[in-house]
């Protein structure tokens, strides 16, 4: 059994692959909620969203976020009744908000909420929050502190990032499925999604213990950088580490992610980083980690999988 | 100046015509309210929102409700996730929802809310809600009590009408426009519009002082008869009056309303009921009231003015 734990986009894409090559008994697929904001009165959880809508093969290819096919029609009624229109809710999207509020305020948890939307969505594989309690990504930039929605589609990403702040981490806990998860003798393996490192990533690794519970589950922690030939395939991932002022570069996440993980997987653009990750005590694996198709997906999921195989039984 | 109670679609077709006749400032629309309910987590006001969408002429007039050339994209959605679809909220109605509960979350009035729609959906007349506080118009039937749009929309007017219910009406207290409106010097006459008289205007009628407030306002208060030919134009008007165990009859009608109405307006079908609406106390005017079209509604709007007019100055 494996955990993949994700973000958005990129995160998916892979999690995407692992589904296609797993049964549904062998993975656990955890996600960030971070970014989860409360807007128009609806519960919306960006990273959960695109995580089912890839699964159910309805995400929609060109934006990263939403549905394929979707319309606009609610937006468009809203933006005449002078609503807020910076975040844009797909009418089709809309109906997965209301379900997710109509569900929590009837006093239902995320885990069990986004287990049924899955079930409607006819995921087969386990999705799960990396908590049902409230955790709110903050960026700290030159024009004060704003919620992550505001920076991240508000603000386009555009203000300077000085740093960054995981509101209500330290009170939540992980969810049930992380957590039975991380105790299943049967885990194999633990994946980090090639997800934003400090928006997707950071805000599941600073749950209170986890860093120590995914080295207790005695079994190989395997990133995947989102980082490729010293950019990012998509999203501010580079930007906020130049601001932040650190290097550019899949040695850089793999850095940033030691000494919690054992391995990275590296893109064959960084072929020449391997030697300074395994400098530092992390197995490199340098192959393609572009997705740029479904087979893409598949491939990199099976070298991932028996990248961890190699490391588990040795 | 006008006042017009007003409830659904019937009300709305009369609205729209003395709104065709009447500047802004000499009307002042009021509507029922006790239809108003919670759905999907939005507040819902299906009667302001036949007068807003009829009076912005945007009102679908084959089902009279919602907006002409909607869509259904998000109900679809919702249908696929097992999210409840018995009430239909359209793609671009749903905005009037999401818009007017997060106002009304962030503190404004139902009445601000109302005046702020009015005003993006081009309406140059005011409108507003009869009361700020909730009044639910509930229906005991022969299957227990049941909240209004659970009788008329979820189970289609099915279960046998055993009585009426307005709560919150004890506690709720006119809105400022309607008792700015009744105490205006220039009120010249109250209309209360072809609405069902037991579910549109009673709630209305249940406010405390109501009845006394639009007596002592010292002008002619003209019913126009939702009952034509001993059957509703729409809706379950006639229905609910003969499980009431009383005749369906424009003459019934007057009976309801009297010692109220000092004037009202029957259809040429019931010209035989004038005499025994006149042995009431009540002045009968005989015209044609069913507003097929909107020549229709200017010209019953013109008939109950000019017969308004001629009971003021006799």
Redesign the interface.
Same mark, same amino acid.
């Given at each position: 059994m494996i955990i993949a734990l994700a973000g958005g986009v990129g995160g998916a894409k892979l999690v995407h692959g692992l589904a296609a090559v797993l049964p549904p008994e062998a993975l656990q697929v955890v996600v960030n909620t971070g970014d989860d904001f409360d807007h +128009?009165?609806?519960r919306v959880c960006p990273d959960l969203d695109t995580v089912m809508y890839t699964l159910a093969g309805r995400a929609n290819p060109e934006t990263g976020w939403g549905l394929a096919g979707e $319309?606009w029609?609610?937006?468009?009624?809203?933006q =005449?009744? *002078? *609503?807020e229109t910076w975040f844009r809710l *797909? !009418? /089709? !999207? +809309?109906? $997965?908000h209301? =379900?997710r $509020?109509?569900r929590l305020?009837a006093g239902e948890t995320l885990s069990q909420v986004t287990a /049924? +939307?899955c079930q409607?969505?006819g995921i087969a594989h386990p999705v799960a929050p990396m908590t049902n309690e409230p955790v709110r990504t903050m960026v700290h930039t030159a024009d004060g502190e704003l919620g992550f929605q505001d920076y991240f589609v508000r603000r386009q990403c555009a203000p300077e990032v000085l740093g960054l702040r995981y509101a209500g981490a330290a009170q939540a806990r992980p969810s049930p499925a992380l957590t039975q998860a991380l105790r299943d003798p049967r885990l194999r393996a633990i994946v980090i999604c090639p997800s934003n490192p400090y928006l997707s990533i950071a805000p599941l690794l600073a749950l209170p213990g986890m860093r120590a519970q995914l080295r207790q589950a005695g079994v190989p922690v395997i990133a995947v950088s989102p980082i490729v030939g010293g950019a990012a395939i998509k999203g501010p991932a580079a930007k906020i580490m130049c601001e932040l002022g650190l290097e550019v570069s899949a040695l850089e996440v793999a850095r940033h992610y030691s000494p919690l993980i054992d391995a990275c997987v590296l893109d064959h653009a960084d072929a020449a980083l391997a030697s300074a990750v395994n400098a530092l005590g992390i197995a490199p694996l340098v192959t393609g980690t572009v997705m740029r198709s479904m087979p893409d997906r598949i491939q990199l999921a099976h070298e991932v999988l028996g990248f961890a195989e190699g490391m588990a039984c040795p």
């Amino acid at each position: 059994m494996i955990i993949a734990l994700a973000g958005g986009v990129g995160g998916a894409k892979l999690v995407h692959g692992l589904a296609a090559v797993l049964p549904p008994e062998a993975l656990q697929v955890v996600v960030n909620t971070g970014d989860d904001f409360d807007h +128009l009165g609806l519960r919306v959880c960006p990273d959960l969203d695109t995580v089912m809508y890839t699964l159910a093969g309805r995400a929609n290819p060109e934006t990263g976020w939403g549905l394929a096919g979707e $319309t606009w029609h609610f937006m468009e009624a809203l933006q =005449r009744l *002078g *609503g807020e229109t910076w975040f844009r809710l *797909g !009418d /089709q !999207d +809309l109906a $997965t908000h209301v =379900r997710r $509020t109509c569900r929590l305020a009837a006093g239902e948890t995320l885990s069990q909420v986004t287990a /049924q +939307l899955c079930q409607s969505l006819g995921i087969a594989h386990p999705v799960a929050p990396m908590t049902n309690e409230p955790v709110r990504t903050m960026v700290h930039t030159a024009d004060g502190e704003l919620g992550f929605q505001d920076y991240f589609v508000r603000r386009q990403c555009a203000p300077e990032v000085l740093g960054l702040r995981y509101a209500g981490a330290a009170q939540a806990r992980p969810s049930p499925a992380l957590t039975q998860a991380l105790r299943d003798p049967r885990l194999r393996a633990i994946v980090i999604c090639p997800s934003n490192p400090y928006l997707s990533i950071a805000p599941l690794l600073a749950l209170p213990g986890m860093r120590a519970q995914l080295r207790q589950a005695g079994v190989p922690v395997i990133a995947v950088s989102p980082i490729v030939g010293g950019a990012a395939i998509k999203g501010p991932a580079a930007k906020i580490m130049c601001e932040l002022g650190l290097e550019v570069s899949a040695l850089e996440v793999a850095r940033h992610y030691s000494p919690l993980i054992d391995a990275c997987v590296l893109d064959h653009a960084d072929a020449a980083l391997a030697s300074a990750v395994n400098a530092l005590g992390i197995a490199p694996l340098v192959t393609g980690t572009v997705m740029r198709s479904m087979p893409d997906r598949i491939q990199l999921a099976h070298e991932v999988l028996g990248f961890a195989e190699g490391m588990a039984c040795p």
